[in-house]
Antibody, heavy 123, light 110 residues
Framework: QLRLQESGPGLVKPSETLSLTCTVS??????????WGWIRQSPGKGLEWIESIYYSGSTYYNPSLESRVTISVDTSKNQFSLKLSSVTAADTAVYYC???????????????WGQGTMVAVSS | QSALTQPASVSGSPGQSITISCTGT?????????VSWYQQHPGKAPKLILY???KRPSGVSNRFSGSKSDNTASLTISGLQAEDEADYHCSSYASSRTILFGGGTKVTVL
């Protein structure tokens, strides 16, 4: 059974870089059928898609965050990672990693999610 | 790009049917049959309940169904049960090669 687990600091100072890793177990991140994505949810708010990456490194990204986001994949460790730079209080959220279905020219639903990790931005 | 529009809340009595709308544009919901719906209970991760408009993942109740008209997708929950009380989020692929989410709808079972 495929599982995803987020890891990283729960507290980040303003202007610094938020770094999270998602470890995939019970299956290969190198599957040709899926992308791997990051989604966040600010307290009491809706979901916001951040970016998605294929095992080859191809990405789909959210233009509103793209300038601050770096996403990478490490197939040898079955992990993918998120870095968000120059964080502010507005970046305080629960961050989820998830597996994402793909088609020939699109990405689709997130079908398996990690449990999420809360990241607070505060000095 | 703008988020998809969902009603903030919908309520219904046990056994009733309710429908949640998800309105986008011709650049997302209206063009692509790639609307997904997620159920999220408090403090939990979202769970996929419908994808590609009306397809249910294995194990999801057939009380959940989806449809689309023009730029609006809809989720219908039939035979409403207490366990259906949760937040529901829609999402869609968009022509800008992005994923858009709605603001979420809180479903209350009266």
């Amino acid at each position: 059974q495929l599982r995803l687990q987020e890891s990283g600091p729960g507290l980040v100072k303003p202007s610094e870089t938020l770094s999270l890793t998602c470890t995939v177990s019970g299956g290969s991140i190198s599957s040709s059928s899926y992308y791997w994505g990051w989604i966040r949810q600010s307290p009491g708010k809706g979901l916001e898609w951040i970016e998605s990456i294929y095992y080859s490194g191809s990405t789909y990204y959210n233009p509103s965050l793209e300038s601050r986001v770096t996403i990478s994949v490490d197939t040898s460790k079955n992990q993918f990672s998120l870095k968000l730079s120059s964080v502010t209080a507005a970046d305080t959220a629960v961050y989820y990693c998830a597996r994402q279905r793909r088609g020939a020219y699109y990405v689709d639903a997130f079908d398996i999610w990690g449990q999420g990790t809360m990241v607070a931005v505060s000095s | 790009q703008s988020a998809l529009t969902q009603p903030a809340s919908v309520s219904g009595s046990p056994g009733q049917s309710i429908t949640i709308s998800c309105t986008g544009t011709s650049s997302d919901v209206g063009t692509y049959n790639l609307v997904s719906w997620y159920q999220q209970h408090p403090g939990k991760a979202p769970k996929l309940i419908l994808y590609e408009g009306n397809k249910r993942p294995s194990g999801v109740s057939n009380r959940f169904s989806g449809s689309k008209s023009d730029n609006t997708a809809s989720l219908t929950i039939s035979g409403l049960q207490a366990e259906d009380e949760a937040d529901y989020h829609c999402s869609s692929y968009a022509s800008s090669r992005t994923i858009l989410f709605g603001g979420g709808t809180k479903v209350t079972v009266l």
